[in-house]
T-cell receptor, first 110, second 113 residues
Framework: KQEVTQIPAALSVPEGENLVLNCSFT??????LQWFRQDPGKGLTSLLL?????REQTSGRLNASLDKSSGRSTLYIAASQPGDSATYLC?????????FGAGTRLTVKP | DARVTQTPRHKVTEMGQEVTMRCQPI?????VFWYRQTMMQGLELLAY????????DSGMPKDRFSAEMPDATLATLKIQPSEPRDSAVYFC???????????FGQGTRLTVV
């Protein structure tokens, strides 16, 4: 059974810092891995989708990497801004299901 | 036990036909989300409602998709006319407003041939 873990559970940084969020999964036989952002009361916003054949994806200040063999993904946020404050979720899709991590709650202080 | 119920679970239809998917949110939840999942795009937010009012439907193709909440116990997602590229799994989720908690239904697997 696939398990997805995100570390840390919460993170608070001053504005302008670069930061890394971590996601690990137990079964490397995945189709893809997706990073989402969630704001309170709102739906999931897809940030980056990495197919199993890819190693990384970039969008603006965001960069996500995927190492299937070690069961890890990182989301790198450059030059963080207060508007980046949200909960960040990773999810892996495999043959059975889509499984979410519990998320990392990020606070960027002005 | 409380859960989000989606019907139908599976739907196969011909291109050009109208498709209606239904969702019964958990009683007492005032926020309802519609998502679409495909292999290529992953999970995408199509629309969401709070207290039955649409708050954001920017992720939904407006020309053929429509989402409504006729009452607090029913949300519908309609595609007219359907196209093969609409083939996907459509998820409904509900949650108490103001939090990040959301409970997903089991999805409707739509195949348009």
């Amino acid at each position: 059974k696939q398990e997805v873990t995100q570390i840390p559970a919460a993170l608070s940084v001053p504005e302008g810092e670069n930061l890394v969020l971590n996601c690990s999964f137990t079964d490397s036989a995945i189709y893809n891995l997706q990073w989402f952002r969630q704001d309170p009361g709102k739906g999931l916003t897809s940030l980056l989708l990495i197919q199993s054949s890819q190693r990384e994806q970039t969008s603006g200040r965001l960069n996500a990497s995927l190492d299937k063999s070690s069961g890890r993904s990182t989301l790198y946020i450059a030059a963080s801004q207060p508007g980046d404050s949200a909960t960040y979720l990773c999810a892996v899709e495999d043959n059975n299901d889509m499984r979410f991590g519990a998320g990392t709650r990020l606070t960027v202080k002005p | 036990d409380a859960r989000v119920t989606q019907t139908p679970r599976h739907k196969v239809t011909e291109m050009g036909q109208e498709v209606t998917m239904r969702c019964q949110p958990i009683l007492g939840h005032n926020t309802v989300f519609w998502y679409r999942q495909t292999m290529m795009q992953g999970l995408e937010l199509l629309a969401y409602f709070r207290n039955r009012a649409p708050l954001d439907d920017s992720g939904m193709p407006k020309d053929r998709f429509s989402a409504e909440m006729p009452d607090a116990t029913l949300a519908t997602l309609k595609i007219q006319p359907s196209e093969p590229r609409d083939s996907a799994v459509y998820f409904c989720a509900s949650g108490p407003g103001g939090s990040t908690e959301a409970f997903f239904g089991q999805g409707t697997r739509l195949t348009v041939v």
